[in-house]
């Protein structure tokens, strides 16, 4: 998320813009540039936590996470009393409610662009 909101501030200075860019002062701007070119640093740190956190699963607790990531479904040791109506629904309103997000920043009310000579 921070990827994507940053980009919209930020220029790469030889092809395009983002439709906020030069809406920020030069400090903001500078912050928005920042964030976009370096927070993968941190997002390639949740990748790596992420990945231990299931070696450390499937060694200590025996739990086969992976195959629950891909398919969807883990089998529950207990009480079996889950009863979900639309497993995917949380993940199809994320997606909506993000795109139209976009869609409103980006097409609806960017700001009025500042031609530079």
């Known amino acids: 998320m921070t990827?994507?909101?940053?980009?919209?501030?930020?220029?790469?200075?030889?092809?395009?813009?983002g439709p906020y860019y030069g809406v920020l002062s030069g400090i903001g701007q500078n912050i928005m540039n920042f964030l976009h070119h370096n927070i993968f640093i941190v997002l390639f740190g949740f990748i790596g936590l992420h990945i231990i956190t299931i070696i450390i699963y499937k060694l200590k607790f025996k739990e086969a996470l992976t195959k629950a990531m891909v398919t969807g479904n883990k089998e529950l040791q207990g009480p079996q009393n889950v009863n979900i109506a639309f497993p995917w629904g949380g993940f199809v309103i994320s997606i909506l409610i993000t795109a139209l997000t976009m869609y409103i920043l980006i097409e609806v009310i960017p700001p009025i662009p500042v031609e530079e000579y």
Do not use: K
């Open 3 to 17: 990827q994507a909101v940053s980009g919209l501030f930020i220029s790469d200075d030889i092809f395009t813009q």
